[in-house]
Every structure is written in structure tokens, then in C-alpha cells.
């Protein structure tokens, strides 16, 4: 499986990106999906992650009520909506394959990644 993240740039604090991910082929279908981020010199964390059917969404503290994941399964793609955006949200955004159907913010029950996208947010 290869996933390919797209949407990556610049934007000024308080502005608004979209990332999407497509994967190479449907075997994501039943597997919930999610977002990762990593700044420089730091761990990499969970942003969000959605179930199998959409039906289950969960986020991060600092990034809940301004990220959104949705998906398409008939696309085979995982979107990250991004708002208000601020420059502590700047990182290298992955998406990722889940070994599970729910969704879940442990970075080792993923199994399949993608390269990432460059998000830098201005002050």
C-alpha cells in the first residue's frame, strides 16, 4: 500500500489548509485512517483519526474544534481540514493506515504511512 499526502504550504496564522491522502489501492477500506504531525527535534503525534465507515472521529486536545478528518472510501482518501490555524501547529503532517477498524491515537497500530506534507503557518 502506498499513501500519497497532498495539500502541504504556507499559510498566515489564523488561515485554513486541507491535506488529502490517497492510497494506492482499497485495502484501507476497512481500516480506520489517521493524521500525524511532527515539528523539528520533536516526537511525532496524533492528530486525528477517523473510524472504518466515518462513524467514529477522535483529535487531539490542541487541535480539536479546529481540525477536521473526514473521508472518502469510494476514493480511497483521508482528508485533514485545518482552521485557525496557529505556527505551533507547523510540522510535517503523515498520514497513516490502521491495523483496526476503530479509530485510535497510538502511533504503532498503524502500519502503513505516507511520506508526509510540509505545513508551515506564519506568524
Known amino acids: 500500500v502506498q499513501l500519497q499526502a497532498s495539500g502541504g504550504g504556507l499559510v498566515q496564522a489564523g488561515g485554513s489548509l486541507t491535506l488529502s491522502c490517497t492510497a494506492s489501492r482499497r485495502t484501507n477500506s476497512n481500516n480506520a485512517m489517521g493524521w500525524f504531525r511532527q515539528a523539528p527535534r520533536k516526537e511525532r503525534e496524533f492528530v486525528g483519526s477517523?473510524?472504518?465507515?466515518?462513524?467514529?472521529?477522535i483529535y487531539a486536545d490542541n487541535v480539536r474544534g479546529r481540525f477536521t478528518v473526514s473521508r472518502d472510501r469510494a476514493k480511497n482518501t483521508v482528508y485533514l481540514q485545518m482552521s485557525s490555524l496557529k505556527p505551533e501547529d507547523t510540522a510535517v503532517y503523515y498520514c497513516?493506515?490502521?491495523?483496526?477498524?476503530?479509530?485510535?491515537?497510538?502511533?504503532?497500530?498503524?502500519?502503513?504511512w505516507g511520506q508526509g506534507t510540509q505545513v508551515t503557518v506564519s506568524s
Open positions: 497513516a493506515v490502521s491495523r483496526f477498524s476503530y479509530a485510535g491515537r497510538e502511533l504503532n497500530t498503524y502500519n502503513y
Open positions: 477517523i473510524s472504518w465507515n466515518g462513524g467514529t472521529t
